[in-house]
């Protein structure tokens, strides 16, 4: 790899790691933070460099997607002189413990186990050892498994995006349920439905989709289906392919607005374009623990579109009594009844 790609590469993970300390960095990623630091000198310049972004708010815009910061905005109670401080802090305690932290598998790229998990209507963007990024969707889990051959992330539930930096020593295989999918230099995303039915996006690159394969069955299995012209176990990019019952049923190419909706979940929001109302529900559902009650086929059946945000129920439910005209009630048992209103009351 080049110097030049090299520099970029660390500029990402600096501006990534910036990301992290905006928001406040959990407990797993102190750690990580620290032996980031400690692994290269130039790892300290870089993240000084990209702390610069607290002064400048469109920058945390970009870093944040294209949507507002939320409202408990730390920019509020950081200035960039104390970020320095801390940085400086963490960089210094970083190379006090350097020899020790080796000793723990669990901090080094070489070799890691780490499980990350959101709750229900939380999002969250990671960091991994070797430079690869994930995105965790609401209500989702995943299980890093790093070691000098292969780089392994087990789905256990939910969704997620990942954006994977190139390493040709070490293949990127992200197993859900019975399936396997190998990144080839790539961006993707998986939705687990359940332990049978599984849903692959690919965004950038290629992904090679299997059952489970030790590593050097995978690299055979790799290098044979890349030299076929119509591989139906490689996904490219712009495609989604469907997995019911454990079968890879069909992939499907997908239009820029098509993709779009699939993934815009990564930016905090919901669109539809004609789906059923109980279809929709379906989807707010992951997003929230309120349930929705829905009074009957006339109401559950009419087709909506348009943008919401992951969460906002309040003005999911204007939304449909101003464009709709149904009615909802709150009970008791946090749900909510949706019917249509009378017009004669």
Known sequence: MSNRLINQQIKQQARSWVHCLNRGLTDSEKPQLIAWLNQNPFHHQAIYKATSVFDNTNELNELNGIFPLEKNNRLSSFSAKSLFFMIALLGMFAILIGKSVSTFSVFTPEKSVISYQTKIGEKNNLLLADGSKVTLNTHSKI??????????????????????????????????????????????????????????????????????????????LIENESQKPDSIMIITDGEKSIIENKTQKKTLKLSKAQAEQELSWQQGMLIFKGETLRQALSEVSRYTNVQFEIANDEVSNIKIAGYFKAGDINGLLESLADNFNIKYKFNATNSIQLSKANNHS
């Open 143 to 220: 299980i890093v498994n790093y070691n000098q051959g292969h780089r392994n992330i087990d789905l256990i539930y939910g969704e997620a995006q990942f954006d994977v930096a190139k390493d040709k020593t070490r293949p990127f295989t992200v197993t859900s349920g019975s399936k396997s999918f190998t990144a080839l230099g790539t961006v993707f995303n998986i939705q687990k439905n359940n332990e049978l039915d599984m849903e692959l996006i690919v965004s950038e690159g290629k992904v090679l989709v299997s059952d489970h394969h030790n590593s050097n069955t995978l690299a055979s």
